[in-house]
């Protein structure tokens, strides 16, 4: 197997720079100061495998099983709960990744007995184990030998030690006992024969430190990312008020809490350290990989992911895992209105492109969730229709979290297939139902994916600075994506997330909704993009900042003008209660939250302001012809979903895409697809019994049936038909 050198800097879209960086190191004293600076900040080398892992067993079964947590519960207990795992069909658990203080009571002192016998009595039913590095929450002797671990609040007092995640990424300390354990755990169990895979800590994306060290190691990572003093006043904008920087001694910790000045003054420092304090993350999961590379090398790594987390760069956190899993806990309505999870399939979309391949789900949901209080328990067929989801969007594994419901902590609230009791009852017998649905389905989907000529470009830059400055009232990133992304979902067709830096040919269309941080270089991509035939459809606030966070000196959109045909000189935010009222060839619709004022050069104006009269010049919607392609801009947000899901419609048209199954509301339809296979999706989200107009004769894998040209789907029923 090939391998690969990596040089682990400041991953992903945050440091750019670095290469300019490596550029200006044209002397030997120049690049001396640069080696040590890459000294100071820690940056590490690490052996990432250039393969394609293969998200199946060995056997070519499918990973299924649970989260377990032995050491909730007496020793008498194990075997049984195991016998019941293989009973119902799984062949993998999590362990460990909360155990810390188990395997080493005392600094230094490992007692591995308890988990050599829960390995082992896995193995003897079968049962393979993902090992969690347990470095989510630290010992209490770690906390009392060496309080500076803990991280630091913003009011300088330390964060009282007895919850998880409340560590200071900077600590050398924690550091290196976070690499003992790991090491310990890989050299202990490297060669046990039912360990498949590791899992980095635990939902990384942890406590916002604002410790000495961590101003410390922000100043030596800006010096890595800027080299000059004078190219970081630069990028900062410090000569705003007079906030120049004469020693990078004197740079802050931005601090955003509410009535601060400084995050305001100064929004691209506040980006610069949200984006070190991601990077403090992957460089602490990078230590642990390169331990568990060099001793479990067959071994694949990866790390639970939160979805649509906003606190990482999840591409560069992702960057150096064999495979991408993440916890999946969709968003219930209460007992009398059931939600159709439209963000359960954005995030799988999202983890789903953070390496451009199929993912895992760590933790799916079990039963009703929460801490101090919980939501709605699964209802009879809900368990089932909700794992589908994840698979019809590329999922290849499934684990349940957790087993069991504990009785003790934060979490006795956090219901496992199993309640208090112990018992396996009627979530325990529909996860065996969900389990023996997916054995049907294994050859069928083996080498499959899901491919989509549909993108939307996702970046945490622009999430990040966004919520620095949103611009207007209620302007998320997010929300703004969704708008798009759930007419498209309503529609029936896939769509991909991906990062600025991707590849835009492949796709017929790309939404850029709120893409507020545009480099050059992207926009000049998405130039071509349009001009060699693909639709672009950006919207407000689009294109506004660069890289570092300063204002294009440019009249809107920038180097896109030509390419979307408009021009922006004026925009404004509305209050709450203002609406204006636009209308054109899409229809008659209702504008709210803010406007664009745009004026359409070569653009055709699709939707018009028409009240009030100032505005009645200004286009809120256009469509440009330019070069093969087309340049749609929104300048609006609407109030109602019927202009998305007509918008969408038009483009799909445009492109000339056109959905297979057109689904009724609330049911959902993906594909999968490989070599000579295509597998279609279709899942009913509601209670209500959903007739769909599919295509006939063909087979449906689950009942082991030939269609129709209609199916009756029962309530939250899923079917897979093989095209």
Known sequence: MKKIKTLILCTGNSCRSQVNTMKKARC???????????????????????????????????????????????????????????????????????????????????????????????????????????????????????PETLAMKADGTRIVWGGR????????????????????????????????????????????CRCHQCQNEFQDWLRCKYFTLDELNRAWGTHFWGLTFFTWGEIPIPDDREGSTWAISNPSASLDWMRFTSWLNVRFQDDQIRILRALCPDKFITHNFMGLYQNMDYYALAKNLDVVSWDNYPTFGDAEQMQIPYSSSFAADVMRGLKRQNFWIMEQTAGPHGWATFGRNIRPGELEKICFQQLAHGADAQIWFRWRTCTVGREQYWHGLLGHD?????????????????????????????????????????MWALRIQPGYPGNAYQTAISRYYNACFRTGVNADMIPPGADFSQYKIIFAPDLYILPDEVAIRLDKFVRDGGILVADCRFGVKDETGLAHERTLPGLLAETLGIRIEEYESLPAKLNYVVAGELGTFSAIQYADWVMADNAKIMVQYTQPWHMTSFAAVTKNLYGKGQGWYIGTVFEKTNFYDQLVARLLEAAHIRPLVVPPVGVEVSFREGVGKRLLFIINHTDEHKVVTIPSGKHELLSDTVTTDQIDLDQYGVVVIKL
Request: net charge negative; proline share 3%; glycine share 6%.
């Open 422 to 462: 112990g018992k396996p009852l009627r979530r325990y017998q529909e996860a065996v139902q969900t389990a023996k649905d997916y054995r049907k389905l294994e050859k069928a989907l083996a080498g499959t994916t899901v491919k989509s000529d549909i993108a939307f470009i996702y970046d945490y830059d622009s």
């Open 165 to 208: 995640k409340n560590n200071c990424f900077s600590n050398g300390t924690y550091r290196l006992l976070s690499e003992r354990i790991t090491r310990a755990l890989a050299e202990r169990y490297k060669d046990a024969p039912n360990l498949v895979g590791w899992q980095t800590d635990n939902e990384f994306g942890g406590t916002d």
């Open 28 to 146: 030997m004293t120049d690049m001396f100061f640069l080696q040590v600076t890459l000294f100071l900040i820690g940056a590490t080398i690490i052996d990432a495998q250039e393969k394609y892992f293969n998200t199946f067993a060995a056997d070519g079964s499918m990973y299924i099983g649970v989260d377990y947590y032995p050491e909730h519960w007496p020793e008498e207990r194990w075997e049984y709960d195991i016998q019941l795992m293989n009973q119902a069909g799984f062949n993998v658990v999590r362990l460990a990744e909360f155990s810390w203080a188990k395997l080493e009571p005392r600094e230094g002192e490992f007692d591995f007995a308890w988990l050599d016998k829960v390995m082992s009595l896995f193995a003897k039913y079968h049962i393979n184990v993902i090992l969690g590095t347990p470095t989510a929450v630290m010992p209490a002797w770690c906390a009392r030998k060496y």
